[in-house]
Each structure stands twice: as structure tokens, then as C-alpha cells.
């Protein structure tokens, strides 16, 4: 499966397997293991969807933003209990409003879960850590 690196955003092949002990990128070496979310911008959004085989979530957020301040730290924790399973993105409207346009976005925080690159599900207003899993796990 096509898997988009956290770190250099390149494409690797991974063989799909249940679970992964050891998965480094091709081009950089580093873990693809790594879950920090991946911040997307209108230059590269479009290549991570279209490269990714694993769902994309999108957390379209602003950093005045309090509820999204508050869904941060959740964010960041569900994406460590999902590695090469669904990439964890986000999207600052603040910097990229015309993302945020595209997709009208018409509050924040707002969650886009994407499939072959197309959106499947959305969800508007800050989420917990739970909520947050429980999500992601029906798309995986």
C-alpha cells in the first residue's frame, strides 16, 4: 500500500500487514510509524490524498481558535493508536483560507475523513480524545 512519510511527505510502498514493528521511509529514513499529524497546505494537499491508500483525516483548525486548542492534544493522541492505519492531517484556515473556501468550511474545528480521495464523512466542533477514536475507528 501507498503510505505518504510524515516527515518528507514522499511515497513508500509498504507491504499491508496487521501491525507493524519497523517501517522507515525510502527517501529520508525515518520512522513511518511516526504519527504527528501532518500539516497540509494548498500546495501539497491534493498529492497526500490522491498518494495516500490509508484514509486521511483533515482537521481543519485556526490557532485563535479555542475550541481547536482544546482538540489538539485529543488529536494528537488518537493519532498515535492508529500508525499506517489512517494519516492524521491538519489544515490552519488561518494561513489557508482558500482550503478552507474549498471545502466550506463554515466553523472550526472541523474534522473531513477522505477515502480514495474522497470525502466520506464531516464533522464540525471540537471532539475528546474518545469521540475522536471511536470516529476514526469506523473508516478504518
Not at 61 to 89: D, H, I, R, V, Y
Not at 93 to 98: D, L, P, R, Y
Request: hydrophobic fraction near 40%; glycine fraction near 4%.
Amino acid at each position: 500500500m501507498r503510505i505518504i512519510c510524515p516527515h518528507c511527505l514522499s511515497v513508500n510502498n509498504v507491504p499491508l500487514r496487521e501491525s507493524y514493528k519497523k517501517a522507515n521511509c525510502g527517501k529520508c529514513k525515518n520512522s513511518l510509524l511516526d504519527t504527528k499529524p501532518i500539516e497540509l497546505n494548498a500546495k501539497n494537499f491534493d498529492e497526500v490524498l490522491v498518494n495516500s491508500e490509508i484514509p486521511v483525516i483533515v482537521d481543519f483548525w485556526a490557532p485563535w481558535c479555542g475550541p481547536c486548542k482544546m482538540m489538539g492534544p485529543n488529536f494528537e493522541k488518537s493519532a498515535a493508536k492508529f500508525p499506517l492505519k489512517m494519516l492524521f492531517t491538519k489544515v490552519n484556515t488561518e494561513n489557508e483560507q482558500n482550503l478552507g473556501g474549498r471545502f466550506g468550511i463554515r466553523s472550526i474545528p472541523t474534522l473531513m475523513i477522505f477515502k480514495n480521495s474522497k470525502e466520506v464523512h464531516r464533522v464540525s466542533g471540537a471532539l475528546d480524545e474518545a469521540s475522536l477514536t471511536k470516529l476514526v475507528s469506523q473508516f478504518i
